[in-house]
């Protein structure tokens, strides 16, 4: 196997060492979320507060899927469109 295609296969390899977005607008963005997630939960009962919880951790395993999905599609595109050139 050649390099191009170990890597197109190994893809996932390479999410482990991303790290964090650390830019201000995401801190800020990051910010406003937490300050309107306890605003809320401070108005709910606690059945309500769990119901938020779980919309909370619902969304982010959503979220997280959803970037998974366009990683690998754009790594793939990426890898192919290197090994077309390359076999040109």
């Given at each position: ?18 790290g ?42 959503q ?11 754009a ?14």
């Amino acid at each position: 196997m050649n390099e191009l295609q170990e890597l197109y296969n190994n893809a996932s390899s390479y999410t482990e060492r991303f790290g964090y977005n650390s830019s201000i607008e995401w801190k800020d963005l990051s910010e406003k979320i937490t300050d309107l997630i306890e605003e809320i939960s401070s108005i709910l009962d606690d059945k309500q507060r769990e119901k938020l919880e779980e919309l909370k951790s619902l969304c982010i395993k959503q979220t997280g899927l959803e970037i998974d999905r366009m990683f690998f599609f754009a790594f793939k595109c990426g890898a192919t469109l290197i090994m077309d050139i390359k076999n040109e």
